[in-house]
């Protein structure tokens, strides 16, 4: 075997899928903010709602700081195949959809907003569908038939 030829049964191919990028963007990207979030809440009140306690413009409990962090520590593992990111997709589109219809009608409210949902949280749950949309159904392409 020459230096330069892997060992058996191992790959070079490291090249991603479009479905996998976004699943491994979009979960760095909810780890991140579960993270931050605790800098911001700290770790009493897990289903407070306090309009005042915000990420940035987004508002944040410590509850929803591990909804984010499960979410994105998933989008990162499954994001290393193709069908899982895209079942990673239809988690998020789903997921967030459900989210979405539920902080139409709590947004901004005390009661029942169990996660501190504001107008910029919905905003940002129509971009998490779009994104999981698009993760899920992205097109294959030739050579992804090969890495389902």
Do not use: C, K
């Not at 049964?9 to 931050?36: E, H, K, S």
């Not at 989210?99 to 971009?127: K, P, S």
Request: no cysteine; net charge neutral.
């Amino acid at each position: 075997m020459s230096p330069h030829q892997p060992a058996a049964g191992t790959t070079t191919d490291t090249r991603r899928t479009v479905p996998q990028l976004l699943a491994l963007v979009v979960g760095a990207a909810f780890t991140l903010a579960g993270v931050a979030g605790f800098f911001v809440t700290g770790f009493d009140g897990w289903t407070a709602h306090q309009p005042d306690q915000t990420l940035l413009v987004f508002g944040v409990n410590p509850l929803h700081n591990v909804v984010h962090l499960l979410l994105g520590v998933a989008g990162l593992l499954l994001s290393r195949r193709d069908s899982h990111a895209r079942g990673y997709g239809w988690l998020l589109a789903v997921g967030y959809g459900a989210v979405l219809v539920y902080g139409l009608v709590v947004a901004g409210q005390a009661e029942g907003n169990l996660l501190n949902i504001n107008t910029a949280d919905n905003w940002l749950h129509v971009v998490s569908v779009a994104a999981g949309l698009a993760t899920a159904l992205w097109p294959r392409g030739r050579e992804d038939h090969l890495r389902r």
